[in-house]
């Protein structure tokens, strides 16, 4: 039987969705002859994600890096890789450093860091928008929070891009090294910056964690680097991707670009849309922590399950015409932030980035429009689903 689901072939990463309405038309639960499982209807993948006593986020841990030190995967053993009762104590003591309160406060940051962006390009008419903008800007975000000098921007962004070939399995073997490298040089600045902040605190979350650490015994040192490089990664290359594929999914619906023209407050609704209708991450990975059975399909101890979110998102069962990018739907439930305990913890972050980052691109790149008549790349990567590059041009 020809093999329905790689997530590695370039040309599955460029454009998945038609494999997916074959998945789950076909196999809903496929098993991959390597043996991992993919999981493609919405309700299959809320009932893996919503069950961690059979399906643990241990395979979130990072069990794609190579064997070796904590230096060259220091994400592993952080909150993301956690099942409860762990996670849920982790995630109540990290969760004080995401409330709406804090997150609220940034709105003016981000506002004067998207400004410093744009007086880079503005007056050119034209970027290159992920690099000009849709990866500085959560890169720097997220250096802010965590109290870091944001001059040091282009050293987050090579750590957060090797963090996501690291984790994702993307690029050449040199490239693979390279991103190692990159990532002991990170794993080594967050231990330093940890054992500054253990001696004259701040008001950053890593002074939190840090804190908590003492209060409860619940994080170690090693912890709190872990959750540094995870925000790091998970909170940058995301939202980047979130913008990318924003602004791709206008750019191909015309009509929709200039109903929001004319009506910014719709674009809350895009971004919505744009985390149901092309998730910048496509899927999740759980281990199957006994036998068990999923759909009629038996599943044995330790089997790699993949939630492909981005499929289901697109189920026909669940969303009402679900190839058609509509900003009117309703998209509640939709899986672009995950779904159950481990629900995304910057979800209003990411909202609110991205509504602000869209609200700029369309005030201030007038009659924006790709500066290529070439098909736009998207990142080979199995996880996360954005444009490698999107030259644009305007009117300045
Ligand atoms: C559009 C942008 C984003 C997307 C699409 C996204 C997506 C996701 C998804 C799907 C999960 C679930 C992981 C799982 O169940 O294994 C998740 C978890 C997480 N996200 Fe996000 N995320 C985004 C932005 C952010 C931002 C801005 C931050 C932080 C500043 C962040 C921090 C996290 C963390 C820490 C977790 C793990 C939560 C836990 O394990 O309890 N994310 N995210």
Known sequence: MAVLLNPLDPEFQQYPY??????????????????????????????????????????????DMPAGTTDLNPSHGSLIGKDPPVHTKMRNVVNRGFTPRRIGKLEPRIHEVIDELFAEFAGTGQCELMSALASPMPVTMIAELLGLDTAMRDDFKRWAHSLMIGSTQMGDADQRLKSMENVREFSRF?????????????????????????????????????????????????????????????????????????????????VEETLRY???????????????????????????VLTLLGSANRDEAQFEDPDRFDIDRNTQG??????????????????????????????RMPNFELATSEPIARHGSLLVRGPAALPLRFDA
């Open 18 to 63: 038609d494999k997916y309405t074959e998945l789950r038309r076909d196999a809903p639960i496929y098993r991959h002859p390597a043996g991992f499982i993919g999981v493609s209807r919405y309700r299959d993948v809320v009932q893996v994600l919503t069950t961690p006593e059979l399906f643990s986020s241990k395979a979130m841990g990072g069990m």
């Open 190 to 270: 967050m231990r330093t910056v940890t054992e500054e902040r253990r001696k004259s605190p701040g008001n950053d979350l890593i002074s939190l964690l840090i804190h908590a650490e003492g209060e409860e015994g619940i994080l170690t040192p090693e912890e709190v680097v872990g959750f540094a490089s995870l925000l790091l990664f998970a909170g940058s290359e995301t939202t980047t991707n979130l913008i990318g594929n924003a602004v791709l999914a206008l750019l191909d619906h015309p009509e929709v670009l200039e109903r929001v023209r004319r009506d910014p407050s719709l674009i809350p609704n895009v």
């Open 278 to 304: 092309d998730s910048p991450i496509q899927l999740l990975m759980r281990l199957v922590v006994e036998d068990t059975e999923l759909g009629g399909v038996e599943l044995k101890t330790n089997s790699m």
């Open 334 to 363: 939709h899986l672009g932030l995950g779904f159950g305990n481990h629900f995304c913890l910057g979800s209003a972050l990411a909202r609110l980035q991205g509504k602000l980052a869209l609200e700029a691109i369309l005030e």
